[in-house]
């Protein structure tokens, strides 16, 4: 009995050191993790309502940030580990070995499954790494504060919605009003009938101001409400538009097309415009899926709410 605790606990040992590569440990659920900072104090558990930056890479390829998509940290509220069933999330793996102020990279090894989601353009991967910054640890009053804030959102956006549902009649017959708009706008421009409506940007886009509108100047990153209706320029076929939704979409200045993302800058909140976007600045030489053809030169009807 004695030789074989020893064994066992030689055994304990020699797994320890096999899992440690300089700070790098591999936890109970497979996972490779490195704390840069090992922090003095309780440790993120269960229950937490925790603000984390996260930047997950494939290789050297940044594919999401919290900072970059979402301006910042996000707050998320830590399960009970009874909820994960099967893979335990990597995130979540390291964040329970993490006090505030941490700062974490968790390496997640790919399995065949996960494998199947990553493009090939990634070349091999073998694991997932998260570079995670435990930012501060919520405590009772803040978490009171924060739901407070979103119970509000929430409402804010529920009528919204509400507001919407009852405008779309209205919203739908104004795209038939529109589509005949576009229609009539891109036959002028075949046959040269604009005269010096027509403008041109340094980047050589050309469009017409319908309205400037009276709210303030649109700059990048903004989110604004939009409507749109966009049809093939050379043909005139519609490919998308906001109007049969019911309703505008919220959508970043920046994070469009190249011609989208400048249209929308040369009005102002409540502004509407025509742009006649060429295809190097719309959806290049490999057009996109949904009815946009290679090298497709597009016109867009673009109207923001105030």
Not at 161 to 175: I, L, S, T, Y
Request: hydrophobic share 35%; proline share 5%.
């Amino acid at each position: 009995m004695r030789n074989f605790l020893i064994l066992a606990v030689a055994a304990l040992a020699l797994t320890q050191i096999a899992c440690k590569k300089g700070d790098r440990i591999t936890t109970a659920h497979g996972n490779g993790f490195i704390n840069h900072t090992n922090k003095s104090g309780t440790k993120i558990k269960s229950g937490d309502l925790v603000s984390i930056n996260v930047y997950t890479w494939v290789n050297d390829s940044l594919v999401q940030s919290t900072i970059r998509d979402n301006g910042g940290p996000r707050d998320i509220q830590i399960p009970d580990t009874a909820a994960f069933r099967g893979r335990f999330p990597a995130v979540f793996d390291g964040l329970f070995q993490m006090t505030e102020g941490d700062s974490a990279t968790i390496y997640q090894p790919l399995d065949s499954v996960m494998k199947k989601g990553i493009p090939p353009s990634f070349g091999e991967v073998k694991e997932i790494r998260y570079d995670i910054v435990a930012v501060n640890v919520l405590d009772d009053t803040e978490k009171k504060s924060r739901e407070t804030e979103e119970a509000a959102k929430q409402a804010i956006e529920e009528q919204k919605m509400q507001e919407a549902q009852k405008n779309a009649p209205m919203v739908k017959a104004r795209g038939i009003e529109v589509a005949a708009l576009v229609k009539s706008t891109l036959a002028s421009y075949k046959g040269n009938k604009l005269g010096d409506k027509l403008q041109k940007t340094g980047a050589g886009m050309e469009y017409i101001i319908l309205e400037k509108g009276t709210g303030a100047p649109i700059k990048d990153k903004d989110e604004v409400p939009t409507h749109y209706y966009g049809v093939l320029k050379a043909d005139g076929k519609m490919f998308d538009n906001s109007f049969d939704r019911g309703q505008s979409l919220p959508f970043t200045v920046g994070a469009m097309i190249p011609g989208f993302n400048e249209g929308m800058k040369l009005i102002n909140r409540g502004g509407k415009a025509i742009l006649f976007i060429p295809y190097a600045l719309a959806y290049g030489e490999q057009g996109s899926p949904g009815g946009i053809p290679p090298k497709s030169d597009l016109v867009f009807y673009l109207e923001v709410e105030p």
